[in-house]
């Protein structure tokens, strides 16, 4: 039962409210000053508190500003007296929910407070998932609770104390560079500097340069001595994402940067040493690359002492909850409606879990990032998500992709079997969520799940 803290120096006004709420479910707590108020926030659990802004001794904007240090999270509703408005926006502005003028009626009270209790109880969730996630699911920001990405994490926590140099593949919008982060931040160098350099976003002459800097003079417009990332980066971390966009000029510099730990500013001849871990990232596949002479083998060899391969999202759907629960945490603040969005609906989840994520979880981010702005209520639904995926979505079945000799019976029969395999990952397995996702019933569904000769360890 939830807990409300009612504060006044009217006895018989803390008598009244707790009648009005304890009749709406509520457990209530009394107080007759700021003073008793901290001594009841000291001895129990509080859900809320609603307090008369006028009293004697500590006030309510006092009291709200010591409840505010104990507990940001914690709801206060002010009461206020006819003309003190001016007060209870000033209680607004420091962290007030909400206030009230008095005289008011049974029905506008009850409004305010279960209005504040359904805050209090998503933020409250939300804090609890992001807890769990932390605890369980995550390694820095990185989000998942799939094979796949425990097994990047044991990888993370095994590698991130060492020196070693580490190549992370993956396509676009895994998260190589927060992979990069997360093994910086948990290593013995994670007080020095972390300095990522995009080999693709510059040009050759401009990339060398920005790497190991350059002496005044040593071109045209070099106006001063610059250091390059290498010196930023001494005794911390260099990430080189992209590096399968590294001119072979560069990877010959690189290559022995990495086994001498020295090498000379262009236009200079000082050797200057530097100690640095180094990580790479690509989204090409560099096996490739280096067969079709587009890649040094000798530098492969050399980042490629630890490998970490990030999945594309659509081959880690079941982290598909906690990461949509992860962004809607993190878009809440941006909301422009007073509603808590609490999660997504059946529509749009069955639409997640069958488009293909050419984007991976950048797109993703972005598509709950719009989605959050947009939702007017406490459910994302598909009408809240951005037009060009929607689009994209809703057209992932052409006639034309499909081969002219194709059976009917057999495409529909591909179909139903694909459309059960992704409704039974969304529902963890359970048949009776599985239905529901689908439409169908749960006998129906068990009699499909046997004629597609499913193999399926599925739970009732």
């Not at 999202?313 to 962004?327: N, P, V």
């Not at 007073?338 to 984007?359: C, H, M, N, T």
């Amino acid at each position: 039962m939830e807990t409300i803290l009612i504060v006044d120096d009217e006895k018989n006004y803390t008598l009244i409210l707790s009648a009005v709420l304890e009749d709406e479910g509520y457990e209530t707590l009394t107080a007759n000053s700021g003073a008793q108020a901290i001594e009841k926030l000291n001895e129990c659990d509080v859900d809320l508190v609603l307090t008369d802004m006028k009293m004697p001794s500590m006030d309510g904007i006092e009291l709200l500003e010591k409840i505010k240090v104990r507990d940001p999270y914690l709801p206060v509703i002010m009461m206020t007296a006819y003309g003190t408005v001016e007060k209870a926006v000033e209680a607004m502005q420091k962290g007030a929910d909400n206030y009230i003028q008095k005289p008011f009626d049974n029905d506008s009270l009850i409004l305010y407070v279960n209005k504040s209790m359904s805050m209090r109880r998503v933020i409250n969730e939300n804090r609890q998932l992001r807890n769990a996630v932390e605890n369980w699911y995550s390694f820095g920001n990185i989000i998942g609770k799939s094979k796949v990405m425990q097994d990047v994490f044991e990888t993370i926590r095994k590698v991130a104390p060492s020196t070693a140099t580490t190549l992370i593949e993956g396509e676009s919008g895994t998260g190589k560079e927060l992979v990069a982060k997360s093994i910086h931040f948990n290593s013995p160098r994670k007080d020095k500097p972390f300095v990522a350099v995009n080999c693709s976003a510059l040009a050759e002459t401009l990339l060398e340069s920005e790497l190991f800097g350059h002496e005044k003079g040593a071109f045209t417009g070099a106006m001063s001595t610059k250091k390059g990332r290498f010196e930023l980066a001494d005794s911390g971390t260099l990430f080189l994402d992209e590096i399968g966009e590294l001119p072979q000029s560069l990877q010959v510099k690189l290559l022995r940067v990495i086994q001498e730990k020295v090498f000379e500013r262009v236009g200079g001849t000082k050797p200057i040493s530097v100690d640095i871990r180094l990580i790479a990232a690509t989204n090409k596949d560099l096996k490739k690359e280096m067969e079709d002479g587009r890649f040094r083998e000798d530098l492969f060899y050399r980042l490629n002492v630890v490998r970490i391969s990030l999945p594309p999202l659509r081959h880690r759907m079941e982290d598909m909850h906690l990461l949509s629960q992860h962004f809607i945490d993190k878009y809440t603040e941006e909301r422009i409606y007073d509603i808590p969005v609490k999660g997504i609906d059946q529509a749009v989840k069955r639409l997640f879990y069958e488009y293909s994520w050419p984007g991976n979880v950048r797109e993703f981010e972005n598509v709950i990032e719009r989605a959050m702005l947009m939702c007017p209520g406490d459910m994302i639904t598909v009408s809240d998500l951005p037009k060009d995926f929607t689009d994209n979505a809703f057209n992932r079945l052409h006639l034309e992709d499909i081969p002219s000799n194709a059976k009917l019976y057999e495409t529909l029969t591909l179909v139903e079997k694909k459309m059960i395999e992704r409704a039974l990952r969304m529902a963890n397995n359970v048949q009776s969520h599985a239905a529901e996702i689908l439409g169908i019933g749960k006998s129906g569904l068990n009699q499909k799940i046997k004629k597609l000769k499913l193999d399926i360890n599925s739970k009732n």
